[in-house]
């Protein structure tokens, strides 16, 4: 299938291996007691985070702590570095959270009865696999979608193989996410599953992410992959987050209810403004999430980092 559907080596395995708690980490992370008093709920990771940031900033929230209030959210400011911060960094042979970072998060949440984290890193690596249409046309055999007939002239891949290509991609945000976990090993962690593919294909084209015209050089005739492929790697890419956290002691929030049309696809009142990314609407039902996991209304909002 070219360079973006190439076999999982044994070497991407040991990678991913690695990145897993030990028993004595794991031991560590203690569940939080309902009665707990002043919350701290930190958002990181990548381009996602735009939903959710812009739906705070709309709710138009003090941004230092409210006396009596219950729950503080802070989101670490990725476009100011290009959303290319190296929270990873090599130390003794092993990944460790950057230093500054980690002086940063030990600070702010020094004064805080429950800290919980939301991750968004790697959200759109399933969209970079598929979104347009590859120059050997594939579907994936997936039972759950016995209903939605197989592309015709297509190479039918099994599950497992879609699921071994996809975690050469996803070895950067399991390892940024494991970083977290070591660093912080008491505090609550959560990964928010991407936001639903969009199915409008005349969306999709008119709307292309630029990243996707200058990387992969598309003219204006490029081909998308058939919409129901795609939502098909977008369910094994949420899998696999959720298959991790199950073993690295991680939760994985479902995207929030309503959010998806009859077919499974983001609602068009979600869309963002571009092909890949939802909206502030939808970032808000992200934070209402939140709040129902933190039992208390957020009180204030700033960023950070």
């Not at 977008?234 to 073993?247: M, T």
Request: charged share 20%; glycine share 8%; with cysteine.
């Amino acid at each position: 299938m070219g360079r973006s559907m190439v076999a999982f080596g044994n070497g991407a395995k040991r990678i991913l291996n690695s990145l897993g708690l030990s028993a004595s980490e794991k031991a560590e992370q203690q569940p939080q007691d309902d009665t707990v008093g002043k919350t701290l709920i930190v958002l990181i990771g990548a381009s996602h985070y735009v939903a959710i940031f812009s739906a705070a900033e709309a709710r138009s929230l003090p941004t230092e702590p409210v006396e009596g209030g219950m729950v503080d959210l802070r989101i670490f400011n990725a476009w100011k570095h290009g959303l290319n911060y190296g929270f990873a960094v090599p130390e003794d042979g092993v990944w460790v959270l950057e230093a500054t970072l980690k002086e940063q998060l030990t600070e702010l949440t020094a004064d805080y009865d429950r800290v919980i984290f939301f991750s968004v890193f790697g959200g759109n690596h399933h969209q970079v696999l598929t979104l347009i249409g590859h120059e050997r046309p594939y579907d994936v055999y997936m039972p759950e979608f016995s209903h939605v007939p197989l592309e015709t002239d297509a190479e039918i891949l099994s599950r497992s193989y879609v699921e071994q290509t996809l975690l050469e991609f996803v070895i950067g945000p399991y390892r940024d996410i494991s970083i977290f976990l070591r660093a912080f090993p008491k505090f609550e962690f959560w990964h928010i599953q991407s936001p639903p593919p969009i199915g409008d294909d005349t969306f999709v084209r008119s709307n292309i992410d630029s990243w996707f015209v200058e990387q992969m050089k598309l003219n204006s005739d490029f081909p998308l992959t058939p919409r129901y492929v795609r939502q098909k790697v977008w369910q094994i890419h949420s899998d696999l987050y959720h298959r991790e956290g199950q073993a690295n002691g991680f939760e994985l929030l479902p995207c929030p209810a309503g959010t998806r049309d009859a077919e499974g696809f983001l609602k068009p009142e979600f869309y963002s403004n571009d092909a890949t990314h939802a909206n502030p609407a939808y970032g808000e039902l992200v934070l209402q999430q939140m709040e129902q996991i933190a039992k208390a209304n957020i009180d204030s909002f700033k960023t950070f980092g």
